[in-house]
Structures are given as structure tokens and as C-alpha cells.
């Protein structure tokens, strides 16, 4: 959190009025994303009870398990349907592809990369890491097998699980997260993480501050009025609603499993999931009308761009019947991946800071970063390099404060990143005189403008070559074997 | 060191008369592993101290907390224990074998404490201290008879000078020479990991087990050291209902309890501080049945430290919250905010000193950090081709 985070909080604490973070939106959105909206059984992990989901707000799907604690229902009613819709909705994905011509081969880019939208951080999870490791491994023969659909949406979950690791990546989105970073609130990090009560800070009714909005929405979260946007349920909504309506259904099914007569007694559940699910989905959608409307920073699509590229090489293995995910990572694939995160958090910072000034504000406050009036530009300041004279353009810059960069530190005009390289050579006071060390037969900041300098690039960190066989110092990490399994009946 | 339980103890009356009637809860583990979680709020610890039931006195003062458990959570976590516990142990022995490879033999002797013929009340607890008491003399003294597991035994911790009595439904297992706690839980352990605060809210609950034990066995004249700093959780094995059981070192957690124990004096220096006196006069001066006024002067007479983590941990949070809302503390949007305004101890300050206010004296830094962020969203507003 950077000062001028604490400051829009204290902002927003003391107005009551939610505070924009950013000029614009920094993550890339579809119109028409995959939104889900899923409970699950209190105390059972891997259970849902029911799954609303679509491309579409005034079209939802709605799957329930009126008893998710029988696998039999669990599996029928939800989990493969569930994954063989998520199956069919990928494969235009995976199937419709444009050709480039890489260096020696053409290779066959997937058009579009998927994008899934969950209400917050827990659904995520629920989606990503719980559903697909407790799908990916089931046995697709012998006892207790599902279709091969569900085993392969296991595979997909957890794609989108490792994708969204990667900071800025698109693929699975969480409104909260999304809500966060675009807005500050008055209230803690951890009271965000309710959608309904950061929606009412962002978009309070007409007539009403952010805070008091979402004081009454917390009574109405309290009070049982609003359900909670899952994946686990309220306990009250358990207590109150689903238990009665699970001990009549549970008695009058008496232990059948049949979907004649799990179909004909289970309307009052299904019912009852569908209106407490409603309201999750209304809000996510909510959130994605509020963030659409707002203008994509510049390098939002380069990011896509990164996320297309993988879901290629992902959909290349679906394709190729190959898209297994191991237990655990091994040394050299635990090594790409924390090096990949690396480059993915710095061209995100770097990315954000650049689109938008707010965000830039944050490292200029910190000290990372100059802002000021260009009151000097020399462009053909000469001097001796290591053979000839050569040019080396001064610019003068009045910050209005006292300099934090030291002599001889080096940053990046923000116009240019990457390109126009400068050096501090002096500080008198609040103005600075910078020398331009590389890129300078470009644009230059004109004097009487305002100019920014940072140290923001896109490029990586330059890593060696990974050796072949894992080095002795990174031997001996278990990985466990896999092994197809059974899911288990815990009614 | 034990202390022992002082019947006329001045802080214990004190204590007793600031509670009056308000309702009362009797401290557990997991009211005393909330030791841990706000050390430095003096209202949670003189009302946790005063045995008031927290969630009863928000409830007077209008604020009840959301919490409670569902039904189901509740029925899954009882039906693993059962079947843990089903034929003998039979498979948490197994799990115990092969998962942590303890040596257990074929035949467990178990051992449960019951309150068969004892009235129910403190009586019954006091009944199967003294058998978990004799169990654990005999494990420590070698005897060969000695049970290999005890189930719902019942030790003393002392807080202060006050006696909290632990219904452990943790077992101790004995083996080799090492008494093991161990836990069943309801959650999963997912490819040899968990939830991190799930692991965090049971290590801190085990650590008051281990406690209580160790302060068992000294009383004894054993030696602690007896019981492992390991304990032992049972949970459930990714997402199946086979058992998997994995080590949890709590010696952080320990020693960080100890140290809140051994300031067994804290609660009487914070009377002191507060001039319970006074306070106690007021309190008695009100009418008997008027449990709404006094629940408010009493708590709103005790310092808080409100932090947004207390809104999963404590009963008074929404009491809490209100209050530091009301009086700007910047300690209620977060540790970053706090660790930056705290010296100003008002988020309305801070707004006036970012706005142009002469900051006072004690937060001249802070006031150029604020000014210079404010002065920073001004200035990238004129940025060349900003947007």
C-alpha cells in the first residue's frame, strides 16, 4: 500500500464516499464472460450444493444437488453436468485458431483465451483449486467413474487456477478483487471481501453516502436478508433454510438415489438455492457493469495477449489428450514458474504506473519516482565518450520539493519507458539536472511540459538456461505419485 | 509454576462484582487460545477475565455478532470423530502408523474419564481432573498398565488467579516415552497442505492443551518435558473422508501463551490502571435489572484496541468497530493505515494535515508523507498526455 493508498482510505473513511484508485480500468473484461456463482456444503469441502452460472445475466443456468453429501446426486446433479458444459464452452476456444508465422514454423494461435468471473476471492478457490484438484484425478473407468468430461473440466479448473497466479492475469476474475483495485473504501481489506457490502460502498443508492449504504447492507447481511455470495452459506441460511427443507427430503427420499425420485422431491431445494444464488449473481454482474464502463489502460491488452498465449499452449495439450497437472511441481517447473511470476508482477507494475497517473502519483510519493516542470531542455550537449564527443542531451527539472533519487541513479522517461534513459548528475534543492543516457535521438520532454521519470521497464531479468538434469541441491522434494481416484460418499 | 487459585483473592472479586449479573461464560480452550489473538486489547482481556459472556453483552448493546456454525459443518465434524474413533481407534491407529509413523500396539488400553455417581457441575469436573490426574501419574511413573490414550480428560490452566477448566477433546497418546496430543479436525489436508489459518486456530488451541498438561505433570513431580511440543492433527485426506494425520510443531504458539500467563499480574495492573473502584461504585449504583446500562458502562469504561481481524475472532467487534469509527481510529482500516497515522490517533487529523493543516508537533514525518501524497496525485494530474 503506497501513501497515496492511505491517503484515499483516510479519504474515504472520512467522506464516506468510496475513492477511485485509478483513472482507468487496469484488467482486461469481456462483455460476456463465464460468471459462477457456487455453494457449497458447510463441512464439506469439495461439495457443492449448487452452481449458477452463464455468459449471460438474464440467462442464468442453475444446477443443484439437493443432497451433495451423496456422491451419487452430487455427480449427477452437478459435477457432470457442470463439467461438460464447462467442456462445451471451451472448445471454440480450444478449436478456433489464426495462423503466425514464427521464426521457422507457422504455429496456430487460439483467437481468444476464456475469462471466468466469480464474485470473490473464496469462490476462486472454490472454482480454480478445489474443483479442479478433486475432479482431475477421478477414474474415468472402474468403480465410482465419471465421464471423461468431468475429469478434463478438472483439468481446465485448475489451468485457470495456475493462470491466475500469474499477478494481472485475466482469466479468473474475482469482483472483489476487481472492486479493490479500482476503488478505495472506508472499511478494512477483510470487509471487502463481502461483494455485497463493497457494492454498496461503489455503488450506493441514490441519495445515500457509500458508508451508509453499506451500513445497512451489513444489517441486512446480519439480519439473514441478504445472503452471503458463497461458496460456503450463510450459517443461519444452513440453519433456517436448507436443513428443514434437506430432513424432508432426506426422509422422503429414504435413501434413494434414483433421479426419478430425486427429481420429483427436490423442487423446494432447488428453489430455495436458486433465490439465495440470485443474489450473488446480480451483484457480480453489477461489477462487471461498473468496470466495463470504465476506459482499459494502454497495456491491458498486452496482458490478455500473455494470458492468449498460454491458454494456446494449454488447449495445444487438451487437443493433444495431454493436459495432465502434476500433485506437486517439480524443482525445474517450481523454477519457471516463480521466475514467470516474477516478470508477470513487474510488467504489471510497470504497465499499471505507465497507463495511469494515479497509480504513478503512489511511486512519486515513495520516493521511486520524479514529477516536475521540464524547465531547461539541452539537445546537443556534447560530450567525450570513450573515443569521439558524442551527444548527450541535459534536461532540467523543477519538482517543487526536495529530490529523493540520489546522484547517479538512473530512471525512465514515462513517455518512453525502456528508451529514454536518464541519469541524475545534480540536485540543487528542488530542481535536478538529469543527462539522457540512451534512447536520446527520439522525443525528449519539451521544456514548459510536465514530465515524468521512473524506473519502470517491461523487460525480465535475463535468467541462464535451466540445466538438463535437476541439480543435486534441488533432489529430494517428494512428489507424490498419482493416482486415479474415488470420490467418496459422506452422507 | 502453578498458582494456586485464590478464593478471597482482591482481583478475583473485583472481577467478580464488575461482572455482577451480567451473563456469564466459563473460559474453554478456545476462549484462552484468544489470548493470543489481541494481546494488547484491555478490553477483551478484563472482560474474558471477568468471565462475561461477550456475545450475550453485544447482544445487550445491540450489536450480536454473526458467527455460529452450521448445522452441517457441525454434523460432518462430529461423524469424523466418530469414525476415527470407531473398533478401538482402529483407524486412527492406522493413520498414526502410517502417516506420522508411530509405533502403537495392536491393543490399546484407552482410558475416559466419566462422572458416573458425581452430581453434574464443578463437583464432576473436579472428579475427572482427579482421574486424568491418576492416568497421567501412572504414564509418567512407568507403569506397564498405563493407557496408551486418554479421551476427554479434564486439566487445569491458571490465568491469573483464575482456575479454567479444559474438557480436552484432544488425546493424549503414549507411546514410546512421549506423551502426543492429538487433534481430530474437520478440515482437509489437500496433497500435505492446508487452510493457514485453519492450522494457526488449531495450533493455538492445542498449545493451551499442551499447557495445561505440562502444568499437570510438574504438579506431579514429573517432568513436562514429557509432552511433545508436536502435536498431531487428524484431518481429513484431500477431498475423501479417509483420515491423514500430519505434525504441527506449537512451540511458537506455547511460548507465546507462557509469556501471556506470566503476566498473570497484567489483569490486576489494568484494574489499577483503570481505577476499578470507581468504576465498581458506578456499576453499583445502577439497578439490579438493568443489564443494558451496565453492560455499556463497563465496556465502554475499558480501553479497546479494535483491529479489522478482531470481526472474525471476538464477540464484540461490531461494538468495537462503532466506537472506533466514532472516534477516527486509524487502527480500523488496517495495519498499513495504522502504521502510518497511528501517532496521530485520528484519520480526521491525518485528512486535515494532507488538506493543508499545520500538523501538530508529534507528527511532522507523517505530515510531509501525507502532504507529499496528496501533492503527488496533483502533480501526475498534469502529466503530458495523461488521461
Known sequence: MSAVDVLLAIEAATSGQVQRRTTVRHRHLEPEPLVIVAYRMAGEAGAPLGVMYGTSRDAPSLLVAPEPRSIGIRFRDVMNPFGEFLCNWLDPFVEEREMRQARHRVVEDCINAPQILVPNHATAGFVGAVLGRSLRYLRTEGDGAVPETTVLAGNHFTWFEQQSALEGSCVLLAATDLLRRHFATGQSDLEDEDLHVLLSWVDPPAGKTGAEAAAEMELARHSGDKPGAGPTPDADWDRDVLDPLLEVFNEQRAGSNDKEVVDRLSGDIITAVGDALAHSWDATWRAHEILLEMLPGNTVEDRWESDRRAWTYHADRVRDGWAFFRIKDTAKQAAWMISNREDALTALEAGEALDDPLVLAGLVAGGEALIGEVTALDRDNKEQGPKNMVTRPLIDLELGEPCPLPIGSTSYWTVRPGKAKVEVISVDGSSVGLKVVAGMTGDLPEPGTIAAFADLTFSSIPRPKAPQATPWTHVGAETPSIESEGPDDTE | ?387
Do not use: W
Not at chain 2, 491423514?244 to 489494568?270: F, I, Y
Not at chain 2, 511532522?364 to 496525485?377: F, N
Open chain 2, 1 to 387: 509454576m502453578v498458582t494456586q487459585r485464590n478464593e478471597a483473592g482482591s482481583t478475583s472479586n473485583v472481577l467478580e462484582q464488575l461482572r455482577g449479573n451480567l451473563p456469564e461464560r466459563r473460559a474453554n480452550a478456545r476462549t484462552t487460545a484468544a489470548l493470543l489473538d489481541n494481546p494488547s486489547c484491555t478490553r477483551r482481556s478484563v472482560l474474558d477475565a471477568a468471565a462475561v459472556d461477550l456475545n450475550k453483552a453485544a447482544e445487550l448493546l445491540g450489536a450480536p455478532p454473526k458467527f455460529g456454525q452450521s448445522p452441517f459443518a457441525l454434523g460432518q465434524g462430529n461423524r469424523f470423530e466418530r469414525r476415527v474413533k470407531a473398533d478401538n481407534y482402529a483407524l486412527l491407529v492406522e493413520v498414526l502408523r502410517r502417516d506420522v509413523g508411530y509405533e502403537l500396539p495392536d491393543k490399546l488400553k484407552t482410558f475416559s474419564t466419566t462422572t458416573a455417581g458425581v452430581a453434574p457441575g464443578e463437583a464432576a469436573l473436579e472428579a475427572r481432573v482427579q482421574q486424568t490426574k491418576d492416568a497421567l501419574a501412572r504414564i509418567a511413573g512407568g507403569d506397564e498398565d498405563a493407557p496408551n490414550v486418554i479421551d476427554h480428560g479434564v486439566t487445569i490452566l491458571h490465568v491469573g488467579d483464575t482456575k479454567i477448566y479444559l474438557e480436552q477433546d484432544a488425546l493424549a497418546f503414549n507411546f514410546g516415552d512421549e506423551l502426543q496430543i492429538c487433534e481430530i479436525k474437520g478440515f482437509p489436508i489437500v496433497d500435505g497442505s492446508a487452510e493457514p489459518e485453519k492450522v494457526g486456530a488449531a495450533a493455538r488451541q492445542s498449545a493451551v492443551y499442551l499447557a495445561s498438561l505440562q502444568d499437570t505433570l510438574e504438579e506431579l513431580g514429573a517432568d513436562p518435558a514429557l509432552v511433545s511440543h508436536d502435536v498431531v492433527l487428524i484431518c481429513t485426506r484431500n477431498y475423501t473422508i479417509q483420515p491423514t494425520a500430519h505434525k504441527v510443531n506449537v512451540t511458537r504458539e506455547l511460548r507465546g501463551l507462557r509469556r501471556q500467563l506470566s503476566r498473570k499480574d497484567r489483569v490486576e495492573d489494568l484494574l489499577q490502571e483503570l481505577e476499578a473502584d470507581e468504576l465498581l461504585e458506578e456499576l453499583n449504583e445502577l439497578a439490579e435489572e438493568d443489564l443494558e446500562t451496565r453492560a455499556q458502562l463497563l465496556v465502554s469504561s475499558l480501553p479497546l484496541n479494535f483491529v479489522p481481524r478482531c470481526i472474525s475472532d471476538c464477540d464484540m467487534a461490531r461494538v468495537c468497530r462503532t466506537e472506533a469509527e466514532a472516534s477516527g481510529d486509524p487502527g480500523r482500516l488496517g495495519s498499513e493505515v495504522d502504521n502510518l497515522v497511528a501517532g496521530l490517533g485520528d484519520i480526521r487529523i491525518a485528512k486535515d494535515i494532507a488538506d493543508g493543516a499545520d500538523p501538530p508537533e508529534n507528527g511532522l514525518e507523517v505530515g510531509i508523507v501525507l502532504r507529499r501524497a496528496k501533492s503527488a496525485v496533483e502533480a501526475t494530474k498534469n502529466l503530458a498526455g495523461a488521461t
